[in-house]
């Protein structure tokens, strides 16, 4: 079972302002790294959110044991409008190197987009040539 947090002991990772599509393209995965700055040990939990600022329902994504010895890498498709992130014992907790990954557009898309542009310098040059 994974810890429980106190409001000190937790970091939010607020997602709210961030785009789900860009281009067509969908939210795939978020990346980041947990850094601690003492040796000892100590376990990390991480909990998805449905609304801005930590709040809303709580999903536990994971949960583990924390070591020193560099990064703790997080990837998750597990996609939320925020993070709770935190970290049992006396230490803090930094989040570092966010990264979103977007899906690149289905080639449908750019089929859908293509015809699109046929149709209309067709009908363009159909429009200029009756003039004539």
Request: aromatic share 6%; hydrophobic share 40%.
């Amino acid at each position: 079972m994974p810890p429980t947090l106190e409001p000190t002991d937790a970091i939010v990772l607020d997602l709210s302002n961030v785009k789900t599509k860009v281009g067509g393209a969908s939210l795939e995965n978020i990346t980041f790294d947990l850094y601690k700055d003492i040796t000892g040990g100590s376990t990390w939990v991480i909990y998805g959110t449905t609304l801005a600022g930590g709040k809303g329902t709580a999903t536990l994504i994971a949960s583990g044991k924390m070591l020193a010895t560099g990064p703790l890498v997080i990837t998750t498709s597990s996609i939320y409008t925020s993070y709770v992130i935190g970290l049992t014992g006396d230490c803090a907790l930094d989040i570092e190197n966010v990264q979103l990954d977007y899906a690149a557009p289905e080639p449908g898309t750019f089929a859908m987009l293509g015809i699109g542009v046929a149709a209309v310098l067709i009908f363009r040059k159909r429009l200029t040539g009756s003039r004539g």
